[in-house]
C-alpha cells in the first residue's frame, strides 16, 4: 500500500463523505431525489443516509418537500461562496459596473465564474425593456454548452485546460471536443461572439475579467437579443461589454500589457 494510500485512510471521516455524497449527488439532479433513490445511488443503506440527511437539512444545506418527500439543495452553499473575500470584492466591483452596462446596452448581462468542470452564474442584470432574455443567478451550465465556458477555459493555465478538457469529454464530447478551437479563437480576438448554443435568436458577447494578477477571475456576458425599436445593435453592445469587462478587471488592480505604464507616459512627456 502506498504512503498516500495510508494516510488516506488513516485519516478518513466516513459521516463527512456521506454528507459530502449527498450533497454532490442532489447538485446534479434537477428536480430532487427521494431518500430511497440517493441510497440506491450512493450504494448506501437507508439507515447511513437517514440521519446524515437530517443534519443537512437541520443545518439548511438540503431542503425537504412535503409533498413529493424529496430532497434538494437550497442555496446555502451559494450564499457561502459569496462570504468568500476573493467572491465579494469581485461582486463588488462588478455590479454597479453591470447595472451600467444592462441600461446603456439596453440587454440584460451576466457574470460567470469556472465551478469546476461547469459554469456557475455568480451576478445577474436584467434589461431594462419589457422583453428580455436572462439567465437565472446561481444557475450552473456544462463547461462546453456556454461563451461563457469557451472564455474562461481559454485563459486557463496548459494543464487546468486539459484537466477541463478531461471532465467535459466525459460528459459532453461532442461539446467538449470544440473547446480546444474555440479556445485559440477566443485568445486571438479577446473574447467569443456567436449564436447561442442553447436559445435560438440569442448572440453571445463574452469578454474575460481578470485580477490583479493577470489571472482570469469571470467571464462578463451579454446574451444579445434583437428586437424592433432597439436603439443599440450588437456592434455598439459588443463595445461596451469589451469596455466594462475591462473596467472591472482594472478595479481588481488588473492593467492592460498592451497599454504603457502610467511612469513611462510621464518620462515621455518629460
Known amino acids: 500500500m502506498s504512503d498516500d494510500t495510508d494516510i488516506s485512510n488513516r485519516y478518513r471521516a466516513p459521516a463527512?463523505?456521506?454528507?459530502?455524497?449527498?450533497?454532490?449527488?442532489l447538485a446534479s439532479s434537477a428536480s430532487g431525489m427521494s431518500l430511497t433513490t440517493i441510497a440506491a445511488t450512493l450504494g448506501r443503506s437507508m439507515g447511513e443516509i437517514y440521519r446524515i440527511a437530517l443534519a443537512l437539512e437541520a443545518r439548511g444545506y438540503i431542503r425537504r418537500d412535503a409533498e413529493s418527500d424529496q430532497y434538494a439543495l437550497t442555496l446555502k452553499l451559494f450564499e457561502l461562496s459569496?462570504?468568500?473575500p476573493p467572491t465579494n470584492r469581485l461582486l463588488s466591483v462588478a455590479l454597479p459596473q453591470m447595472e451600467k452596462l444592462a441600461a446603456d446596452a439596453q440587454q440584460s448581462c451576466h457574470l460567470a465564474v469556472l465551478s469546476g468542470a461547469r459554469v456557475l452564474i455568480v451576478a445577474q442584470v436584467d434589461a431594462p425593456r419589457p422583453m428580455h432574455y436572462a439567465v437565472r443567478l446561481g444557475a450552473q451550465f456544462p463547461l462546453a454548452?456556454?461563451?461563457s465556458g469557451a472564455v474562461l477555459f481559454a485563459y486557463q493555465p496548459?494543464?487546468?485546460?486539459?484537466?477541463?478538457?478531461?471532465?467535459?469529454?466525459?460528459?459532453?464530447?461532442?461539446?467538449?471536443?470544440?473547446?480546444?478551437?474555440?479556445?485559440?479563437?477566443?485568445?486571438?480576438?479577446?473574447?467569443?461572439?456567436?449564436?447561442?448554443?442553447?436559445v435560438s435568436g440569442v448572440t453571445n458577447l463574452?469578454?474575460?475579467?481578470?485580477?490583479?494578477?493577470?489571472?482570469?477571475?469571470?467571464?462578463?456576458?451579454?446574451?444579445?437579443l434583437a428586437q424592433?425599436?432597439?436603439?443599440?445593435?450588437?456592434?455598439?453592445?459588443?463595445?461596451?461589454?469589451?469596455?466594462?469587462?475591462?473596467?472591472?478587471?482594472?478595479?481588481?488592480?488588473w492593467r492592460d500589457p498592451r497599454?504603457?505604464?502610467?511612469?513611462?507616459?510621464?518620462?515621455?512627456?518629460?
Not at 206 to 224: E, K, N
Not at 259 to 270: H, I, K, L, S, T
Open 82 to 84: 459569496h462570504e468568500n
Open 228 to 253: 424592433k425599436g432597439l436603439a443599440v445593435d450588437v456592434e455598439a453592445a459588443e463595445r461596451a461589454v469589451i469596455a466594462t469587462a475591462a473596467g472591472i478587471s482594472a478595479a481588481l488592480g
Open 16 to 25: 463527512l463523505e456521506k454528507g459530502l455524497d449527498i450533497i454532490e449527488l
Open 145 to 147: 454548452e456556454t461563451s
Open 158 to 198: 496548459e494543464h487546468h485546460r486539459q484537466a477541463l478538457l478531461d471532465a467535459s469529454m466525459a460528459s459532453f464530447p461532442e461539446l467538449a471536443e470544440t473547446l480546444p478551437e474555440r479556445a485559440e479563437k477566443v485568445l486571438a480576438e479577446g473574447g467569443e461572439r456567436r449564436e447561442s448554443l442553447v
Open 206 to 224: 463574452s469578454q474575460p475579467v481578470f485580477d490583479h494578477r493577470g489571472v482570469i477571475a469571470a467571464c462578463l456576458t451579454i446574451p444579445f
Open 259 to 270: 497599454q504603457p505604464a502610467d511612469n513611462e507616459n510621464e518620462g515621455e512627456a518629460a
